[in-house]
Nanobody, 120 residues
């Protein structure tokens, strides 16, 4: 299973970006999907989560500005980021919990990261 993240870039403060992350490979299903970010010199932090049932949760710092969504038919998660701030600058990573066969165990996979840079 591989995750491919895309959509990062350079944007001015107040602008918007949409990240996407798609899974490929052989698996039964995808449970929770997450977006994390890591700024230079800081620890990786959880930004947003969406469960298989569509329940979402956000870090306080992005509530009201970011929206996480998923397309189960496309094995893809999105992160719509509005009103971006310079402090949102980071490498953004997706993380999926994937159920694989034949064990039906859950495995965690990470995407390679996509850079988001917000200029002031």
């Amino acid at each position: 299973v591989q995750l491919q993240a895309s959509g990062g870039g350079l944007v001015q403060a107040g602008g918007s970006l949409t990240l996407s992350c798609v899974a490929s490979g052989t698996f039964v299903g995808i449970n929770a999907m997450h977006w994390y970010r890591q700024a230079p010199g800081k620890q990786r932090e959880l930004v947003a989560t969406i469960t298989s049932g569509g329940v979402t949760n956000y870090a306080d710092s992005v509530k009201g500005r970011f929206t996480i969504s998923r397309d189960n038919d496309k094995d893809t998660v999105y992160l719509q980021m509005n009103n971006l701030k310079p402090e949102d600058t980071a490498v953004y990573y997706c993380r999926f919990t994937v159920t694989r066969v034949p064990s039906y165990y859950n495995y965690i996979y990470w995407g390679q990261g996509t850079q988001v840079t917000v200029s002031s």
